[in-house]
């Protein structure tokens, strides 16, 4: 049981790095960024090759692949998504635009990687589990889990604690006076969605050592996400950790008990949610759009 | 979204576009190469779908990511009742119509709890748990493996005479679907596309036309994939993934989301695309997420539209040519 704990808590985490840029870029910018998922994979897939192939060993390496990942969810911005803000019927342009990324990427991680799995193996200093008292806590699942932990609240210091994070509220509540007060709206833009990517990429790239990295991962992940996102509210930072929470621990418990069907158990949730609170369990009535 | 026209573009004028088309595709098996009639076939199939598809985005404003679940549970309702032999195709493909209303009953008053952006995660999400159920239960629905040898009627056997029963169900749909559109109830759709609110205070509820066209939009969804079926004996879960359902929205808005048979043309040049580009590379995901990015950023209203424009443009040029001295 424990262990079905702690592994929930592990798959939470990498779900909630997801899910919170899903929700930042949707909560600064207005913008639902359906490839999301994708970043995840391009996260994954750098992280293979700056660990596996290049070796510049686990935690530089991570760290690369995420910045990396950044970068490259900022250019989607720049170059793209940028074109079409402010056009009518926008949401849906950005849900096509977003999803032709999903296609672009996956083929790109094709050419350059193939189709085989891939895999990284742990650092050695985090094999094997700590013990406290009774129950083992795998070292690497810890890491994942303190990693995750850090990231809510230093996204939680970043959104609410700093003149930038000020900003970031500001062009959230409205975006033209931002722009009047002196904000720079476009460049902050960018910046948000770089943040946001790179948190994608450093959940690949964390998750690659659990999972085996394979093209169709982005899909998979991007679905949990919006998951997360519907049962929390998008949009709200702490609805990301904790329907994160929920769904990770719903699928890791729901193994023990349906093995080929655990999915299922998050899909009702999320009905249920949907019943009886559309908004989503963080939002105001009326918030969600 | 540049509004869908409303009005049918006057009477003579449409039913000769009618005839013509229906004319182009009954010639078609004359060329008597086989593999035009496979590939008509498919393009009435996917016409059919992407049109389905459009009467809830182009009309309606609801952008769904989950329409293959529809077409998919169609195709295996019809493999499932003929390859078990439970019922005779005459009433398996009545079914499969059922089949996906059933499902649209089911999935759609819990993703009309959200619009906008919710809306399209709710159907995505929704679509592919019913995928993940299709692919996982072997022991009903073969799971990856599919099924195979699915048994049509001694009538329909022969591809070209299958071919023809498509069409005519195709074009039946197509005409019950475009009075469906003209219809009040198409007028409502159009409304609350454009402001469900203000919809909501003339006292129409919106809800239950926002299910309705749901449920219409299925059923004609799970017609095609019922047709599919018939006509390629074998389906397979890869029908009910969820890159069909973006395979179906970049048709339409390829040809333009704003025209009723749009969705068809889309349908018509994107699995000519497909074909030519499966012949040369392994890799038509990336084509295909570029030929939409393009038309995303520059030609946001598809071809239709877009040549709609270019006509209206020049039209003002000639008469702009017309009205100067001397030129």
Redesign the interface.
């Known amino acids: 049981m424990f262990t079905q704990l702690i592994g929930g808590l592990t798959s939470s985490m990498t779900l909630f790095l997801v899910a919170s840029g899903l929700t930042l870029i949707?909560g600064v910018g207005n913008v639902?960024n359906f490839a999301h998922g994708s970043f995840y994979l391009l996260g994954a897939y750098f992280a293979y090759q700056l660990v596996s192939v290049t070796g510049i060993g686990f935690f530089p390496g991570v760290l690369l692949a995420a910045l990396c990942t950044g970068a490259a969810g900022a250019v989607m911005e720049l170059f793209?998504l940028r074109?079409?803000y402010g056009?009518?019927?926008e949401?849906?342009?950005q849900?096509?635009?977003t999803?032709?990324?999903?296609?672009?990427i996956?083929?790109?991680v094709?050419?350059i990687w193939g189709t085989d799995y891939k895999s990284i193996s742990r650092p050695e200093i985090l094999d094997g589990a700590w013990t406290i008292g009774d129950l083992f806590v795998p070292r690497y699942d810890a890491v994942v889990i303190a990693t995750g932990l850090l990231v809510a609240l230093g996204m939680w210091g970043l959104i609410r604690r700093s003149r930038f994070g000020r900003n970031l509220r500001a062009i959230s509540a409205n975006r033209e006076m931002a722009s009047s007060l002196g904000v720079n709206v476009p460049v902050t833009l960018s910046f948000v969605f770089g943040l946001a990517t790179a948190l994608g990429g450093l959940s690949g790239a964390l998750s690659a050592p659990v999972r085996t990295v394979t093209p169709g991962a982005g899909?998979e992940v991007i679905?949990g996400s919006?998951?997360v996102?519907?049962i929390g509210g998008?949009g709200n930072f702490w609805g990301a950790l904790v329907g994160a929470l929920i769904i990770g621990e719903v699928t890791a418990f729901g193994i023990l008990f349906l093995p080929?069907?655990a999915?299922?158990f998050s899909?009702a949730v999320?009905?249920l949610v949907?019943?009886f609170r559309?908004?989503g369990l963080f939002m105001k009535q009326g918030v969600?759009? | 979204m540049t509004p869908a026209r409303t009005k049918p573009a006057g009477g003579l004028g449409q039913a000769a576009q009618w005839a013509v088309a229906l004319a182009l595709f009954a010639a078609i098996p004359l060329a008597g190469k086989k593999f035009f009639v496979t590939m008509a076939n498919e393009v009435l199939v996917m016409g059919l779908f992407a049109v389905a598809f459009n009467l809830l985005y182009g009309f309606a404003g609801m952008l769904s990511f989950g329409q293959a679940a529809y077409y998919g549970v169609g195709a295996y309702t019809v493999g499932l009742l003929l390859s078990k032999g439970v019922l005779p195709f005459a009433v398996a493909l009545p079914a499969a119509v059922a089949a996906g209303a059933a499902l649209a009953l089911l999935l759609g008053p819990l993703c009309i709890r959200l619009s906008g952006v919710y809306f399209t995660m709710l159907t995505l999400a929704f679509a592919e748990m019913v995928w993940g159920i299709v692919f996982k239960w072997y022991g009903f629905t073969g799971g990856d493996n599919g099924i195979q040898g699915i048994p049509v009627p001694d009538l329909l056997r022969s591809p070209v005479r299958y071919y023809y029963f498509t069409l005519a169900v195709v074009f039946a749909s197509f005409w019950l679907l475009r009075r469906i559109v003209d219809s009040p109830f198409g007028a409502v759709l159009q409304s609350i596309r454009e402001n469900p609110e203000r919809t909501g205070f003339l006292g129409i509820q919106v809800r239950r036309y926002e299910l309705a066209a749901m449920v219409i939009s299925g059923a004609f969804a799970a017609l095609a994939g019922g047709l599919f079926a018939g006509y390629q004996h074998s389906i397979h879960p890869d029908m009910l993934h969820w890159t069909k359902s973006g395979e179906v929205i970049l048709m339409s808005i390829l040809g333009g989301v704003s025209s009723f048979f749009g969705p068809l043309m889309g349908a018509a040049v994107i699995l000519f695309i497909e074909d030519m580009i499966g012949k040369y590379t392994e890799f038509w995901e990336i084509w295909i997420g570029g030929i939409m990015l393009a038309i995303v950023i520059f030609f946001p209203k598809g071809v239709i539209g877009t040549l709609d424009s270019w006509i209206a443009r020049g039209r003002d040029r000639e008469r702009a040519a017309d009205g100067t001295p001397g030129s």
Not at chain 1, 99 to 104: D, K, R, V
């Open positions: 949707f639902f793209f074109r079409i056009r009518g019927g949401e849906g342009f849900i096509l635009l999803y032709s990324f999903i296609l672009i996956d083929d790109v094709k050419m899909v679905i919006m998951i996102v519907v998008l080929q069907w999915i299922l899909y999320m009905a949907l019943v559309p908004q969600a759009k």
